[in-house]
């Protein structure tokens, strides 16, 4: 656990490093690959030219190897109909070498995402979007579910910074998407925390998030959150990555808080970049490799069941 500065301080957050925590998540499955002899395969698809899209992909991709994994990259056009699509995941959910199955959102708008989860194996489900997966992780359901690698990783970095026992403490999420928001909600609340979730219609947001003594950000609006939103001592988790454009068709990357304002409230804040995006993609790296352990001789035993339901 990471020490806060004390509230004597002219008080400056801890900045909570994604890049360090995922490099020990990655360290950790590449350590139990060696053990286990387990090579998990991910396949990632992408549908469409999104540019962001693309550069996430293409770190899910780069990660897995660097890790040892195998991994495959099915790129799809923007105008791949939804029964084409069905086609690819029928095909990687019935390829017994493929362990995790990920489409990369947002998809182009005649695609649904909730379809599109749907039609993936449970098994395979490396994103923790099916219906089936879902459901398991909302309701604790003793039989192991993937749980969705964002908010995975953001729990792991509170957890890292302030230690496992959030019981009581106030957690407020802004966002309610599936991705993030709704789960993340869900996760805190089996830390028995009490969770209130804001979104586009709460009235008097920046009152509610200075009751915060976790705040999640998941709004995808640059800087929405300032300083005076945040109360002394939180700690701050900004989910945001957006690409603000600049001159010459340049971008840079904001979080969804106003970073320097509020580091100098919170006693804990992530930073945008190299926060919680690396925690992202070690936590796909996680759930692939429980994915392979499932898939192969080690399917009924405790420690796999350990390893996805942690
Ligand atoms: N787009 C943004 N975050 C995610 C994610 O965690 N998984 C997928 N599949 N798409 C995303």
């Not at 182009?108 to 599109?116: D, F, G, K, N, T």
């Not at 804040?269 to 190299?274: A, H």
């Amino acid at each position: 656990m990471k020490t806060a500065p004390s509230s004597s301080d002219a008080r400056t957050a801890v900045a909570l490093s994604g890049i360090e925590a995922a490099a020990e998540v990655t360290a950790e499955v590449a350590r139990q690959m060696r053990e286990s002899g387990v090579i998990p395969k991910l396949a990632v698809v992408l549908v469409g030219e999104d540019a962001a899209s693309a550069v996430y992909v293409a770190n899910k991709a780069r990660q897995a190897e660097r890790i040892g994994f195998a991994s495959l990259q099915i790129r799809l056009p923007a105008q791949t109909s939804s029964a084409e699509l069905s086609a690819v995941i029928q095909r990687l959910n019935a390829d017994a070498s493929v362990h995790g199955i990920l489409v990369q959102l947002p998809l182009p708008p005649h695609l649904s995402a909730e379809a599109v989860a749907c039609e993936i194996a449970p098994g395979k489900d490396v994103d923790g979007f099916h219906e089936v997966n879902v459901g398991r992780m909302t309701i604790r359901s003793t039989l192991a579910a993937f749980v969705p690698c964002t908010p995975l990783g953001c729990m792991h970095l509170i957890r890292r910074a302030i230690g496992h026992e959030l019981k009581g403490l106030n957690a407020v999420v802004v966002g309610k998407s599936n991705i993030v928001g709704r789960p993340m909600a869900t996760l805190l609340m089996h830390a028995e925390c009490t969770v209130s979730v804001a979104h586009i219609h709460t009235r008097n947001i920046e009152q509610l998030c200075r009751t915060a003594d976790i705040l999640v950000v998941a709004a995808g609006s640059p800087g929405l959150v300032r300083g005076d939103w945040i109360k002394p001592g939180a700690v701050v988790i900004d989910v945001g990555i957006n690409r603000i454009a600049g001159e010459a068709g340049a971008h840079r990357i904001a979080g969804d808080v106003a970073y320097d304002e509020a580091a100098e409230v919170a006693s804990f804040i992530t930073p945008v970049p190299g926060g919680v995006g690396p925690m992202t993609i070690a936590m796909l790296m996680k759930n692939t490799y429980a994915a392979a352990l499932r898939a192969g001789a080690y399917a009924s035993s405790t420690a796999c069941r350990a390893a996805a339901r942690e």
